[in-house]
């Protein structure tokens, strides 16, 4: 599989992103109208490929939330119709993974506490760790107040907190956070500073799709759907390559 269309409008200016059978060029698309951006995605997707010289890819990643209930559930639409137009897998892309990637390409840490704004007083979280080149989730993604939140087996999310690890440097990236005394309380860890504010750039999108690729997490385009954090795992079943 030597080609990537990647789609995000769960952020907030949607973008198509290129990635071809050389993978340090890439070809980006933005949407100059953030109010609209969601809506003109297909177009910026044929863009990116026109500049390409190409008609299609051999896989599309789709950023699926959480996120914007409109943007991600249009990003969604698009790639499933891509998809089964060019009979090719999805590549379903987190958008807390993307919080954590472009925290890490900019500061790197050992261990990373993405959160996302949510409804109210609660926020999108979850928790990754450097892995080689890349990082893993560790435990679950998760919403909810900051009480809430657990780092950890999806068994801890029962108020029950798991035993003390090594994570090394921490650090908490995203929006979403209270100050570093609340979070350092919250999970009994000590952070490497205060949370800071991360941009999302390409290259992070990149970057995960690649290694989603590595993975083999490829998804048909019927069973792509927008991950809304409920705690239920998403994506068991893996498409063929296509």
């Not at 999310?157 to 979070?183: L, Y």
Request: hydrophobic share 45%; proline share 5%; charged share 20%.
């Amino acid at each position: 599989m030597s080609s990537i269309l990647m789609l995000n409008t769960a952020l907030a200016s949607a973008c198509a992103v290129f990635a071809g059978t050389d993978e340090s060029k890439l070809i980006v698309r933005r949407a100059g109208d953030e109010r609209q951006s969601a809506q003109t995605i297909l177009q910026l997707a044929r863009q990116a490929l026109d500049e390409a010289g190409v008609k299609r890819a051999d896989a599309v990643a789709v950023v699926s939330g959480p996120g914007s209930f409109t943007g991600t559930r249009i990003g969604i639409a698009a790639a499933q119709g891509l998809c089964a137009a060019w009979e090719v897998p999805a590549l379903p892309i987190s958008t807390l993974a993307l919080t954590a990637a472009a925290a890490h390409r900019s500061q790197p840490a050992d261990t990373w506490l993405a959160g996302i704004p949510a409804r109210a007083d609660e926020l999108y979280f979850g928790c990754y760790r450097s892995a080689g080149k890349g990082l893993t989730l560790f435990g679950r993604e998760q919403g909810g107040r900051l009480e809430e939140l657990s780092i950890g087996p999806e068994s801890s999310a029962a108020g029950k907190d798991p035993a003390p690890q090594d994570f090394g440097r921490v650090m908490a990236a995203g929006d979403g956070w209270p100050g570093a005394a609340a979070i350092e309380a919250r999970f009994k860890l000590r952070l490497t500073g205060e949370p800071i504010a991360v941009t999302v750039e390409a290259i992070d999108l990149a970057r995960l799709a690649r290694t989603a690729r590595q993975r083999g997490e490829f998804v048909n385009a019927d069973l792509l759907r927008p991950n809304y954090v409920t705690g239920t795992p998403q994506y068991r079943e893996q498409a063929p390559s296509g």
